[in-house]
C-alpha cells in the first residue's frame, strides 16, 4: 500500500540546530524543545514514514528516526534524497523553504530522489553522527567503516588511511546527492565540492588547508597518500595511485591527478555496490579497464572477487 503526502512527516533542522517539520501537507512550522524531545515524541504521530535530506549535519538527527523506529523489527519507514533538492545553500538553511522543497521533489532515486534508508546507507550516516560527537577516529568508528559499502574496494589500494577516508566519508555521505543532471554519468560536482583544483591542491600541498573546501581536499588527498613506496613496493598492482604521482612528475600536480583518480576510483566503485546490492539493479557503474591498466585489471578483479557481504 502506497503512502500518500498527507501520510510523511518532513523533518529539517535549521542551522541553530532547531527541529523544524512539515506533517504531511501542513505548512511548515517549528518544534518546541531539542533533538531528542522531538524524536522521542514521534512514538505518538499517527504515521511513523519519515523523509529527511540526506546532509551532513542531519546524521544525528537521521541515526536517532532509524534506530528508534525504522531499523529490523520496526514499523517506521525513513526516506533520504539530495541536499540538492533545495537550489542553493540559502535554501537548505532556511528550513520553512526547504520543508516546501521536500514535498515538491520528484526526481528519481538514481537522480537523488527520496530512497528508503538501509544498512547500505546506515554506515555513512553513523561515520557522520559520531565525527559529529567530537569523539574521533576511534575503534567503534572503525567498526563502522568495516561495514561501509566502499570499504573492500578501498583496501585494494595499499596506502589507504582509514582515519581520512571517514572523514571523506562524512562530507559526501551518498554518491547520488553529486549526481548532475544533464550528464548523469560524470562526476564533476563531487569532484569540484571536494576542491580537486590546481588552486585549492597547491595550498592543500603548502599545508594551507584552512577553508571547508581545503579540508575536504585535504582528507581526499590524504586518503591514499601517506609514506611514499619504496621502490620494490611502487610497483604492486594497488599502488596505481602513486605511480599516477610519478607519472604526473610528484609534486602538487602529482597530488591533484592521483587524488583526482583517487575520487574516481573511490565513486565508481561505490556507486557499483549500491546498484549490485540492491534487488533487480544490474548496472555496470566501475568498468575495472576505464580507470586501471593491464595487471591492475586483473589484481583488482581478484581483490573483488574476495569480498564478502554481511549486509
Known sequence: ?????????????????????????ENPRAASGGLSG???????????????????????L?????????????DGTLEVASPLIC?????????????????????????????????LDYPSYAIAAQLA?????????????LTHPAWHDLTFIPT?????????????IDPRWFVDFNYPERITKIKTYLGLTPRVMRAV?????????????????????????????MERPGNFLWRRWRYAGGGMKGDLRA????????IRTWQQQLASRQAGQLLEMFLPESLLRGHEVTSYQDHAGQRTTTL
Not at 500500500?1 to 501537507?25: C, F, Q
Not at 582509514?162 to 571523506?168: D, K
Not at 600541498?205 to 613496493?233: N, Q, T, V
Open 133 to 145: 560527537k567530537d569523539k574521533g577516529f576511534n575503534d567503534h568508528i572503525r567498526r563502522l567503516l
Open 259 to 266: 587524488t583526482q583518480a583517487f575520487i574516481s576510483y573511490f
Open 87 to 119: 537550489e542553493n545553500e540559502r535554501e537548505r538553511h532556511d528550513p520553512e523553504i526547504a520543508l516546501y522543497r521536500m514535498r515538491q521533489c520528484l526526481f528519481p532515486p538514481s537522480l537523488g530522489g527520496w530512497h528508503h534508508f538501509t544498512e
Open 1 to 25: 500500500m502506497r503512502t500518500t503526502e498527507e501520510e510523511i512527516l518532513k523533518i529539517h533542522l535549521a542551522p541553530s540546530g532547531n527541529v523544524w517539520y512539515s506533517d504531511g501537507i
Open 62 to 74: 537521521i541515526m536517532e528516526l532509524y534506530q528508534r523506529y525504522c531499523s529490523h523489527r520496526k
Open 205 to 233: 600541498s603548502r599545508g594551507e588547508a584552512k577553508d571547508a573546501r581545503s579540508k575536504r581536499c585535504r582528507a581526499a588527498l590524504y586518503c591514499w597518500k601517506g609514506e611514499e613506496p619504496s621502490a620494490a613496493d
Open 38 to 60: 522531538f524524536v522521542g515524541g514521534l512514538a505518538t504521530h499517527g504515521s511513523l514514514h519519515f523523509r529527511v535530506l540526506g546532509i551532513p549535519s542531519h546524521a544525528p
Open 160 to 172: 589507504i588511511r582509514a582515519e581520512y577516508v571517514v572523514h571523506l566519508l562524512s562530507y559526501i
